[in-house]
């Protein structure tokens, strides 16, 4: 069965951190890829950063590198985005999400369509 779970969203104000969980079923977890993508109301799905299945490339979107980190616990079958720095516009809707696809490079994995499965997501206010 998939099932992905997300938290850790919440209130912080501008410049703090908050940290993002990813509870993932066995079977998810040994994905080709995985995820974070955040939207906000009325807006397409943006994505955030991924990591491959084997723990050991990363992606990032622009607007976070240097202050988000991906990370896999294998042990825990969980995957983290560890927010630093935060700005108000990192605000939104945070979703993690599985590809079962494991033919696709760097770009093709920043692609929503690349995802076949996700969380129901978790909210992520900035205050400034």
């Known amino acids: 069965q998939v099932q992905l779970v997300d938290t850790g969203g919440g209130l912080a104000q501008a410049g703090c951190p908050l940290r993002l969980s990813c509870a993932a079923s066995?079977?998810?977890?040994?994905?080709?890829?995985m995820a974070w993508f955040r939207q906000a109301p009325g807006k397409e799905r943006e994505f955030v950063s991924a990591i491959m299945g084997s723990g050991g490339s990363t992606y990032y979107v622009d607007s976070v590198k240097g202050r988000f980190t991906i990370s896999r616990d294998t042990a825990k079958n969980t995957m983290y985005l560890q927010m630093n720095s935060l700005k108000p516009e990192d605000t939104d809707d945070y979703y993690c999400?599985?590809?079962?696809?494991?033919?696709?490079?760097?770009?093709?994995?920043?692609?929503?369509?690349?995802?076949?499965?996700w969380g129901q997501g978790t909210q992520v206010t900035v205050s400034s």
């Open positions: 066995v079977r998810t977890f040994s994905s080709p890829a």
């Open positions: 999400e599985a590809s079962s696809r494991s033919s696709g490079g760097a770009d093709f994995y920043t692609k929503p369509d690349a995802y076949d499965y």
